[in-house]
């Protein structure tokens, strides 16, 4: 008895506006590229980057990213595109499908190195502010598998089990593990684990993003055990089992090391970026600084202005004085001939008198 399930698309693809193809697969990929822009953007501003760094460097990224993972797929099931029967021209039909996330992250850091140069950035700080981002990404991502009916695990009766319904492919209809589901969810546990990581114990120098390697493939491990399609074995084990296991363990050696012998976090992840506004706060520290730099020139122009004032007040009142004491001198000449005279006059009377 059929108690519950999760079903599946009856397609993958929708007619928007009935001639624009919109395929579920392709709408996953690009949200999640564009929710891992967002993220990574906040982080590098948090870390004293600049606005539109991370969705600048992404421009190389995204697309060797994309052919990274498409070249990693075709490779590892070459049979699926270039055996008997097959058309090689499928290879190139990315939207049906089949992106390896190994050849994704190998091909996306090549990309990522290119942008960094041409910014002055250094490739592991931009790694860390975008590591969270991209397991929401492949959280995302991995709800394409379910429009495409693919990537399932084995037969179960869970009431979460995955209903399958499409038959192409070799598929056959039924209820399986929804393993697209179990990495969605482990994907976002990993987005968080790096984030909280990140702030307790301030990762730096290629150390975040290794943390999210590192966890990734400890998840993709056990969910890739579950998988039913097909793919090549190796000692019993598929080809991804065994690369989870080989970055696994380079991504941990990655961290001990860096932890010794660059501990911290980049003082510094972008040059040129704390001198300009990439914040409110960034804002906010260079008006406050402009303010005080002009109210210094205006004391300083105050100041000379006050010293000449001060000069002429001083010019002025020698001036003054001096025309005060000429004026002064004048007066007490005058008052001198006045008296000279009113005496002469005494003495001429008296002599008239006695005459």
Same mark, same amino acid.
């Given at each position: ?281 960034? %804002?906010?520290?260079?008006? #406050?600084?402009? $303010?005080?730099?002009?109210? /210094? +020139? *205006?004391? @300083? &122009? ?17 001036? %003054?004085?001096?025309?005060? #004491?000429?004026? $002064?001198?004048?007066?007490? /000449? +005058? *008052?001198? @001939? &006045? ?17």
């Amino acid at each position: 008895m059929e108690i519950a399930y999760i079903p599946s698309p009856s397609r993958g693809v929708y007619e928007l506006f009935g001639v624009i193809p919109l395929r579920g697969y392709a709408f996953c990929i690009i949200i999640g590229v564009f929710v891992a822009v967002w993220l990574g953007n906040r982080r590098w501003i948090a870390r004293g980057g600049r606005p539109g760094t991370v969705a600048d460097i992404a421009v190389w990224a995204v697309p060797f990213g994309l052919v990274g993972g498409r070249l990693y797929h075709v490779i590892t099931d070459y049979q699926l595109y270039f055996s008997e029967g097959q058309d090689w021209v499928d290879a190139f039909k990315i939207w049906e499908g089949g992106l390896g996330i190994w050849g994704a992250i190998a091909f996306g850091a090549v990309g990522a190195w290119i942008g960094c140069r041409s910014r002055g950035v250094p490739l592991p700080a931009w790694a860390d502010a975008l590591a969270p981002g991209i397991a929401l990404a492949q959280a995302i991502g991995r709800w394409g598998n379910w429009f495409n009916q693919e990537l399932y695990g084995r037969e179960t009766d869970l009431p979460w089990a995955l209903h399958i319904t499409s038959s192409t492919d070799g598929r056959v209809p039924g209820y399986y593990h929804p393993t697209f589901l179990y990495e969605s969810l482990w994907c976002i546990g990993v987005a968080v684990l790096v984030i909280w990581a990140d702030r307790r114990f301030k990762l730096g120098h290629g150390r975040a993003f290794a943390l999210y390697v590192a966890a990734y493939c400890a998840g993709r491990f056990w969910i890739e055990a579950m998988r039913v399609d097909e793919a090549h074995h190796f000692l019993g084990m598929r080809l991804n089992e065994w690369t989870s296991i080989v970055v696994f363990l380079l991504a941990v050696l990655y961290i001990v090391l860096s932890a010794r012998l660059r501990p911290g976090r980049e003082e510094v992840v972008e040059p040129g970026a704390s001198d300009e506004d990439t914040d409110d706060d960034g %804002a906010a520290v260079k008006l #406050d600084k402009k $303010s005080e730099d002009e109210d /210094s +020139e *205006t004391k @300083d &122009s105050d100041a000379g202005k006050s010293d000449a004032e001060k000069s002429e007040d001083a010019d002025e009142k020698e001036t %003054a004085e001096a025309e005060t #004491d000429s004026s $002064s001198g004048s007066s007490e /000449s +005058e *008052t001198a @001939d &006045s008296s000279s005279s009113v005496e002469a006059k005494d003495e001429e009377a008296e002599s008239a008198k006695k005459a």
